[in-house]
């Protein structure tokens, strides 16, 4: 437990040192466009042969199975949410994070059903990426990681500072034990990929469009990504956002 504590002291401590030695917000700079556009070529590609047909296969479960699994994937995303509720100061939320989660996973079998939704506890997904945001640090280069997708330099520094926070990142791939609780790699990635297939094919109607109405795919996500992120960083509320939470 001890080691835990440490690893939370460190994130801590490195961003604050961000915060304080970084330069403030300033347009995002397309610093990479060659090579991203090569991978987003090979996303694209890994989509059509891998996600997408295994999104429409999901889409056909019944519905209960389907918002059931969004429920579970959803409820231990708000294990990271509430340490970056508390380096936000923003304790409202924090609240709204701990209830929702407490709730969620006993009355709520696991988080497979959702009644803090109806007490009206509806934390909004964090992460260091958005943290770092909301003290004003830029997002600095935009560029795109293979299968990942789209980023940027702060969220990249974010993603890695994540799987230090999180405490089912810590309990799964760093074979960790929290409060008894214990998973291995297989679980993080399973949580991860389930998510990311549930978020394909809830938003399969709206890839579609993209792609028939864009001149220029790459642009038009790179634009929707960094809006979404910046709407996160100003937590507005995600329910505006017709595709949902991106950074599944």
């Known amino acids: 437990m001890m080691r835990i504590f440490k690893n939370y002291k460190f994130i801590m401590t490195l961003v604050i040192f961000v915060i304080l030695f970084t330069p403030k917000a ?13 991978i987003f070529k090979f996303n694209m590609a890994f989509d059509d042969v891998i996600l997408e047909p295994i999104a429409k296969g999901y889409s056909k479960l019944p519905s ?21 509720n508390v380096l936000q100061g923003n304790f409202k939320q924090l609240g709204h994070s701990v209830g929702s989660f ?36 830029g997002s600095g280069c935009y560029f795109v990681l293979p299968v990942l997708g789209p980023t940027t330099a702060r969220d990249s520094i974010g993603l890695i500072a994540d799987s230090f ?15 008894g609780a214990s998973g291995n790699a297989l679980d993080f990635y399973s949580v991860k990929g389930t998510s990311a297939i549930n978020f394909r094919a809830e938003n399969d109607k709206n890839f579609e469009s993209l792609e028939k109405n864009s001149i220029d795919l790459y642009s038009s996500l790179k634009s929707i990504y960094l809006q979404d992120r910046e709407n996160k960083i100003k937590n507005s509320i995600e329910d505006e956002n017709e595709w949902g939470n991106l950074d599944n």
């Open 64 to 84: 209960p199975i389907k918002s059931g699994t969004s429920n579970f994937t959803s409820n231990i995303s708000t294990l990271l949410t509430i340490p970056n």
């Open 26 to 38: 300033k347009s995002t700079e397309e610093c990479f466009e060659g090579p991203s556009r090569a």
């Open 102 to 137: 407490a709730i969620n996973s006993t009355v709520g079998i696991l988080g497979f059903l959702n009644p803090a939704e109806k007490m009206g506890l509806k934390p909004h997904k964090e992460d260091v990426g958005q943290t770092l945001g909301s003290y004003g640090v």
């Open 165 to 179: 926070l999180d405490p089912f990142a810590q309990i799964t791939i760093r074979d960790k034990e929290i409060f």
